[in-house]
């Protein structure tokens, strides 16, 4: 078993940025491919990035536009994911993510293991 938890959601204003975390226990996330999700009010769950094994980002460029990125602390088997410039389309509650198999998909349901989210809020 591997549990996820989250933090770092918040209110901020358009332009602002935040940091989330993705907090693990339970494996080693270095050995997993672990990913943000974002779910907005009435919308499907979308894939925001991934970060694989060797620590490469593979991002949505078509939502997030360079804006965010994915880091990682080997150390304290956490994941990040730094926001930048946010716009009121963020609002969402993000999620953080994780699957065994050596690639990064896009699709939420190939993901084995979830937090419980936390929200972002962004006012214009």
């Known amino acids: 078993q591997m549990q996820l938890v989250e933090s770092g959601g918040g209110l901020v204003q358009a332009g602002g940025s935040l940091r989330l975390s993705c907090a693990a226990s339970g494996r080693t996330i270095t050995n997993w491919i672990t990913a943000w999700f974002r779910q907005a009010p009435g919308k499907a769950r979308e894939f925001v990035g991934a970060i694989n094994r060797s620590g490469e980002n593979e991002m949505n460029t078509d939502s997030v536009k360079g804006r965010f990125t994915i880091s990682r602390d080997n150390a304290k088997n956490t994941m990040y994911l730094q926001m930048n410039d946010l716009k009121p389309e963020d609002t969402a509650v993000y999620y953080c993510?994780?699957?065994?198999?050596?690639?990064?998909?896009?699709?939420?349901?190939?993901?084995?293991?979830w937090g419980k989210g936390t929200l972002v809020t962004v006012s214009s």
């Open positions: 993510a994780a699957r065994y198999m050596p690639y990064v998909s896009r699709n939420s349901m190939e993901y084995e293991f």
